[in-house]
């Protein structure tokens, strides 16, 4: 290199240390020596001093070349930004055997993914980190949910924003963050069932988290609003339009938003050398319904009184840290408003015309191990809901309950069989008039489903493409739930033949 060019770098560096540390534009550097040898191209002078740029701590103006200055000790030199795209998604297309589509045979609330249909989620995710544990992130996520175009012809899609928010991270300590937004909040699942029986919310608000030192216990304080189209909450009814205006215009005669608070404590005991531990979870929440006026004829309107309820609930997990191997047992028992979850509104009602009566209760288990070339994931519940209505016999009183069982063999890296068995059981607050005895639908299922996974051998990989073979055999009572000229009020077994698909990859979607 041309040692002029050296002589000049020097001083220029020295020049500019001061003001490095005192944030303000470095003097000019000193004339440029004659070239010490001729046969090089001599270096460029340098800018004048005016149209040089104010130092800035952290950075350093182009004509120093590669010197750079380290920020000062929890200071970024500039924020550092990212952007993601995530998504969850299957697709499924199936036959039933006969010659129609094949169709999602379950009884219970929350059956088995092995006959779901298609759905996806897409999801942008902006990420901003200001400073050493100071951040910020912006979600969005757009949920898409079938028949596909090829199934209807029509150049439409039901669409949802499920996830709309932003969340502040390290304001005031590092383990503190706010958000406020649109949000699925919720924390671990049933994979099997594709639920998640302890919390799932799914509201307009905010709520602030703290987390302690090491990230294995934290408190979560959330606050939402919600509101379903039913006429439990809102109504709309037309009325002639303001003077002088032709026509009538929809007037919101009742408008009352669900108002749900939720509380979540988490703590976890390090165990199998740090990598596995115990988990446990306190959860409550709290609904609140103000009260109103609904039109029940045109002119005539009835008071609607406020309502209320309230839900807690548990989790114990033990997971080793080795291979997705765990198990967690859930447990949450809601009353008034909260035994409906937190968009579900009531067919009946107390005398009083409120939910206060009304109850519900779960219990849950999630577990999978893994030792290769073998897996076995469970997954079931039990639930017992009641109504607050008097009468004796009503069909939205139910005990249910399911109880899945997959194994899994991994044929090398890339490929697997999963077989998947269950069974299924609901009892409805109505009787059976061919028995006179309570409505009690069971069923059987087995599947069969081999699998590519690229992503390697692993119960939780993703993508994989799989083939699913199902069988399903219901009982009379299971079929009595079908309208007469539904060929499932009349089968006794049921098919299912498809080829599907399953992803995910950044989703922020799933839980703690």
């Known amino acids: 290199m041309n040692r002029g060019a050296w002589i000049i770098g020097l001083a220029a560096l020295a020049l500019a240390r001061p003001a490095l540390a005192q944030d303000e ?7 440029e020596p004659a070239p010490a040898e001729p046969a090089e191209a001599p270096a460029p002078a340098p800018e004048p001093p005016a149209a040089r740029p104010p130092m800035v701590r952290g950075k350093v103006p182009a004509f120093m ?4 200055v380290p920020p000062p000790k929890g200071e970024l030199d500039h924020p550092r930004s990212s952007f993601s795209f995530g ?3 299957r697709v499924v297309v199936a036959s039933d055997g006969r010659g129609g589509e094949g169709r999602d045979a379950d009884v219970v609330a929350r059956g088995t993914r092995i006959d779901e249909g298609p759905y996806a989620e897409l999801e942008l995710r902006r990420d901003d980190e200001w400073k050493k ?3 910020s992130r912006i979600v969005t996520t757009l949920a898409i949910g079938g028949p596909l175009f090829h199934y209807d012809g029509k150049f439409d899609a039901k669409l949802a924003v499920r996830n709309l928010y932003l969340e502040e991270r390290g304001i005031g300590d590092k383990g503190l963050s706010v958000w406020a937004g649109s949000r699925m909040y919720r924390g671990d699942d049933i994979y099997l069932l594709d639920f998640w029986p302890l919390d799932n919310l799914n509201t307009v608000g905010g709520g602030v988290r703290f987390e302690l030192e090491g990230g294995k216990s934290f408190a979560a304080w959330h606050v939402g609003l919600n509101r379903a189209d039913d006429p439990f909450q809102y109504q709309v009814r037309p009325r002639p339009a303001p003077q002088n205006q032709p026509g009538t215009t929809d007037v919101e005669i009742l408008n009352r938003p669900r108002l749900v608070s939720s509380l979540k404590l988490s703590h976890i005991v390090p165990l199998f050398g740090e990598k596995g531990g115990l988990k446990a979870v306190a959860y409550g929440e709290v609904h609140r319904l103000p009260s109103g006026e609904r039109e029940t004829q045109p002119g005539r ?6 309502d209320s309820g309230m839900l807690l609930g ?3 997990g033990l997971f080793t840290g080795e291979h997705d191997t765990f198990v967690n047992l859930f447990f949450r028992h809601g009353r008034g408003l909260a035994a409906y979850g937190e968009l579900g509104t009531p067919e009946g009602t107390s005398p009083d ?3 206060e009566g009304a109850t519900e209760t779960r219990l849950g288990i999630s577990g999978n191990f893994e030792q290769s070339p073998f897996a076995l994931v469970v997954g079931g519940y039990f639930r017992s809901f009641r109504e607050p ?17 997959r194994p899994h063999v991994f044929l090398g890296d890339h490929a697997g069989v999963a077989v998947e068995g269950s069974y299924q059981a609901q009892q409805r607050g109505i009787l059976n008039i061919a028995t006179n005895q309570p409505v009690h639908a069971r069923l059987w299922r087995f599947g069969l489903m081999p699998y590519l996974s690229p992503a390697g051998a692993g119960v939780f990989k993703r993508p994989v493409l799989r083939l699913i073979m199902a069988f399903t055999q219901r009982n009379e009572d299971a079929r009595s739930l079908y309208a007469y000229d539904d060929v499932f009020a009349r089968r006794k077994v049921e098919q299912f033949y498809g080829i599907g698909a399953e992803w995910w990859f950044n989703s922020s979607s799933y839980g703690e």
């Open 25 to 31: 534009p470095s003097p000019p550097p000193p004339a």
């Open 65 to 68: 070349g590669p010197v750079r």
């Open 87 to 89: 998504s969850y998604g």
């Open 133 to 135: 544990d100071l951040s």
């Open 301 to 306: 309107y009835e008071d609607v009184p406020g």
């Open 314 to 316: 548990g989790q114990v």
């Open 353 to 355: 015309r409120t939910v």
């Open 389 to 405: 209505t008097p009468e004796q016999f009503n069909f939205n009183n139910v005990d249910e309950g399911i109880f899945v069982v």
